[in-house]
């Protein structure tokens, strides 16, 4: 058998280079990354990132969002059920471990859980045949924005005025006035406080995304988890003498009597239900045909500064076989930016001595 000719591979290596770069710039471009000549400066992982830290402030070592949060471990035990949707191994009858991590959003590893008015529950499962399904969660089923420019504006109208240290209100209205899909986040949060507990919220896919299942047909899918503990609104805002740090410890306490649960519940996307903005809520009636897949079950919590999830990028994109993102165009956003995200901390790491998350 000849070998081919140098030009001959020079073509094969330049096609593959042209396939990777056609790949890698139908992500930026989908992400929102990409721009057309002579327009602004484009949006890249690293200006987001930026974003988040010019306005929640910059903490070597930690997450850019979410900086404040507790490590957690147990499984997942499938009934079966989930298999009608996907055939994610992950969904057979069976028990999967999971590494977690429960948090509030913020860049400050110090804030006062009393001013998080949202909870968020990330989770890593190590599914069988070196698969890995990873998911981000929040208390709040749907998010503020539905693209990443505007989220990168959000931030730039949050960030502090350097004479109040607050953000300027003018800019914020200006937002608000050009971004009304954010008011339905805000609606919703002003009509539901906060948990009392990690372990007492419910959390929230957000996004859609592609369930196939054996025979190869798919459907559009969210999903949340629903706690056992019954949920009861927190009031420790008011509260005076109220510990800082009352949702790691309460956690830490609470498991010391045994471990804490969640169903995890699979809603299928209706006829006309939008799956590709996380703006959007599905209407009620899916709640009618939500899937229980089985019981998220959480035994164990740790510090993050040591703990199993300090190293864990939780990026949404990766999925079993069996799941498929939406094209929502905040996950691949989502996906670069968290990237961007882990690197910078990790060698803040490196750089500091000291292991934070």
Known sequence: MSRPQPSALLLRYAFIVIVIAAVAGAFAWVAGWIRWP???????????????ENSMGRHPGFRRNHAKGVCVRGY?????????????????RGRTPVIGRLSAPGGNPAQDDADASVRSFALLFSVRNA?????????VPIFQVATPQALYEQLVALRPDART???????LNAFLAQHPETMAF???VDTHPPSTAFYNASYFSIDA?????????????????????????????TNPARDPDFLAHDLYLRLQGGPVSWHLMLTPAGPGDPVD??????????????????????????????????????DPLILPYGIAPSDDPLLAARSAVYAVSFNRRTREEAGIGTHRR
């Open 76 to 92: 997942f035990d499938s009934n079966g059920n989930g298999a009608a949707l996907s055939r994610a191994s992950v969904f057979e």
């Open 131 to 139: 698969e890995q399904w990873r998911t981000a969660m929040n208390s």
């Open 38 to 52: 002579g327009s602004e400066p484009a949006l890249t992982p690293a200006r987001m990132i930026d974003a988040f």
């Open 209 to 237: 995304f592609r369930f196939v299942d054996a025979d190869g047909n798919t459907r559009f899918v969210r999903w949340s988890v629903v706690p056992d503990t019954p949920y009861a609104p927190s009031n420790e805002r």
């Open 277 to 314: 903005d996380a703006t959007r809520a599905w209407p009620p009636e899916r709640e009618l045909h939500r899937v229980d897949a089985g019981t998220i079950v959480i035994e164990r919590a740790e510090s993050q500064i040591d703990g199993a999830c300090r190293d864990i990028n939780f």
């Open 165 to 171: 240290g607050r953000p300027d209100p003018a800019k």
């Open 186 to 188: 805000h609606q919703w």
